[in-house]
């Protein structure tokens, strides 16, 4: 249970970076094992840190009026070995109002050294019968 | 390393039930844990052990014309949970001859008494320039 807790607040970090932009937080997240790979909703894979970090600092250029809020989050956690999985509802601000969609990711986060670092981030939209849903307008 | 190997011996059967359309050796595969989930490409996730189940006898009913092969297979596993991620290729056959398209697939395994059980797949489209490629026509 107490890997449990520290695998949803490595995931929850992750979330943080995300909504703050901020890269050097995000480098704290990730893992530097081999495998270590992300996949971006409808993105194909990236492998290895460096290419992972250049991503998110891409993303986070071209990302300004996002946000991500999580739900449905289930956590199975080994000695060394974490997966967290959850809804992202992702909130973009458009011209008409605010937009969201609705990702499901695959988290996995691997114990490196004493910190539990983010080894695999899988994120692919999930469908809507509205696709992408309007929540309100400004 | 020896957990490894059982992890990807559990995924090669995964493949195999698939290919074979074989249910039965399809429900050794999956586990029963509460958190189970199943992320077929484009749907949304399913949860617990016979809902997923449900959906592979739907899949085996309306796929007779396709085979997975996997490649770029890798594997971190620990002492009862495993991850394995690969590039699975699609072939189908259709009229115009043998289509194939790339999924990533993310797929976990929970050691449950002595065997290890997926607990996880969540497969998504891998973008590809020309979308779906045509191998060969016959």
Redesign the interface.
Known sequence: MINENKARFANESFYEAFNKRDIAAMERVWGE?E?T?C?H?????IKGFEPILNSWAGIFENSGNMEIKISDV??????????V?CIEKLYTIAESGVLVSRV?A?N?F?LEGDSWKM??H?A?P??DIKGTEEVSKN
């Open positions: 094992d495998n790979t996949v909703p409808g993105w194909p894979p289930q956590v199975m956690a080994s000695e060394d070995l974490a997966w999985s499901f695959t996995l691997h080894v695999m899988h692919s999930v469908p």
